[in-house]
Nanobody, 127 residues
Framework: QVQLVESGGGLAQPGGSLRLSCAASGFTFSNYIMSWVRQAPGKGLEWVSGIYSDGSATYYVDSVKGRFTISRDNAKNTLYLQMNSLQPEDTALYYC????????????????????WGQGTQVTVSS
């Protein structure tokens, strides 16, 4: 079964940390660029971070640079997002997303160019 399953969300205080995981199955994970996308309450989808299929390059939206780190373990078919120095504006439903074709060398920042999504994991940052 082709699917992505996120976990690791929860409630964090401002300045706190959370680590999100995304378990992939049913496709050759190591062939695809992967990204994290979020949706804050009442807002549209926002691409957050992406990583090359081999993990050799990573990209971030400006608002999370220096605070979030994306990584992957292709042996475990798992994508991660380490989130530090969390801020209330990071509150959102976080999705992992698979690129729409294997072998791409450009990480798209358009959420609609990803063709497989998980169910999402909620991150709430509040004191």
């Amino acid at each position: 079964q082709v699917q992505l399953v996120e976990s690791g969300g929860g409630l964090a205080q401002p300045g706190g940390s959370l680590r999100l995981s995304c378990a992939a199955s049913g496709f050759t994970f190591s062939n695809y660029i992967m990204s994290w996308v979020r949706q804050a309450p009442g807002k549209g989808l926002e691409w957050v971070s992406g990583i090359y299929s081999d993990g050799s390059a990573t990209y971030y939206v400006d608002s999370v640079k220096g605070r979030f780190t994306i990584s992957r373990d292709n042996a475990k078919n798992t994508l991660y997002l380490q989130m530090n120095s969390l801020q209330p504006e990071d509150t959102a439903l976080y999705y992992c997303a698979k690129d729409n074709a294997p072998g791409h060398v450009v990480v798209s920042t358009n959420p609609y160019e990803y063709d497989l999504w998980g169910q999402g994991t909620q991150v709430t940052v509040s004191s």
